[in-house]
């Protein structure tokens, strides 16, 4: 199988690009009556509607509908040290182009122009990226490539996939379904603490299960 590990020479060439969509201008909403209790949104764009996203809580998991590209999560679930995030995620239906959705860490300032965090997508056409978002600006770590172990859409149209981030003390390693897709080293987040959560990008329909944070053994 392909190596998927980046090396640390792309690392220091990763440059800084404009977001793929404007930051939010105001601070991350709790959408009353559109979100599970103790969730906020921040949505990418400043002219985005709260009211055209939907998120759920529903069989033992939580179901997004976007609507508008958005991150996710409950502002008391901080990673820190070396823990494991992961989720399985299933896109019920095609879109109409390839939009990516996944899970983020190293979350700050998300209520704020400073927004910081790093996320890891997937989409339907069997590919992967790794991102970074600094304020305004996206960084592109890692970009969207092909891994035999992502599962496409195929003819029911729905297609699921398990993500998971395992961090830790020198690495931060990314997984597709239990196989390796990249590995970066830690320090490029600066901590890789912080708020987590997940990431669903526009018009999708996605229902995210097994939603779990691992924190180190004490």
Known sequence: MRSFVLAAALLGAASALPAQQPAASGAAAPAAGRLPAG????????????????????????????????????????????????????????????EGYGLFIDGGELDGPGQNYAYFLVRQDGKAIVLHRAGADVHRIMEWTDHPAIVKVGESGKATNTLSVAVGADSVRFLVNGQPFTAIGRDHFGSADGIYGLRVNHNLDVHVADLKYTPPAP
């Not at 759920?56 to 508008?68: D, F, I, N, Q, S």
């Open 39 to 98: 969730w906020l949104a921040r949505l990418d764009r400043p002219n985005a509607k709260l009211e055209d996203l939907k998120f759920e809580a529903m069989g033992g998991g939580y179901h997004v509908t976007t609507g508008p590209s958005t991150i996710l999560y409950d502002p008391g679930a901080r990673a820190s040290g070396n823990f494991t995030l992961s989720a399985t995620f299933t896109q019920m239906k095609p879109s109409n182009h390839p």
